[in-house]
């Protein structure tokens, strides 16, 4: 289900693409994923040729997530 709407997205990015002739920098986008099993992220990252990305907030020095100790569960 995941990859058939991330491939989605992609044929719309495409379809911009071509009208507009401005496409996405791959070396400054990169996808968030949390509570994704290891096989649907690998095949979520390669649909839209993203590497993995990081959410790295900090609040008063500390990793916001780590401070809120949010898990995979957490974002289902």
């Known amino acids: 289900m995941e990859v058939a709407s991330v491939s989605l997205v992609r044929n719309c990015l495409d379809q911009f693409r071509v009208a507009s002739d401005l496409s996405l920098n791959l070396d400054k986008s990169s996808m968030l994923l949390c509570g994704v099993d290891p096989n649907t992220k690998l095949q ?6 993203y590497r ?3 959410l790295l907030v900090r609040y008063l020095g500390e990793l916001l997530l780590q401070m809120m100790r949010i898990n995979p569960t957490t974002c289902q």
């Open 44 to 49: 979520l990252l390669g649909a839209l040729s």
């Open 52 to 54: 993995e990305g990081k």
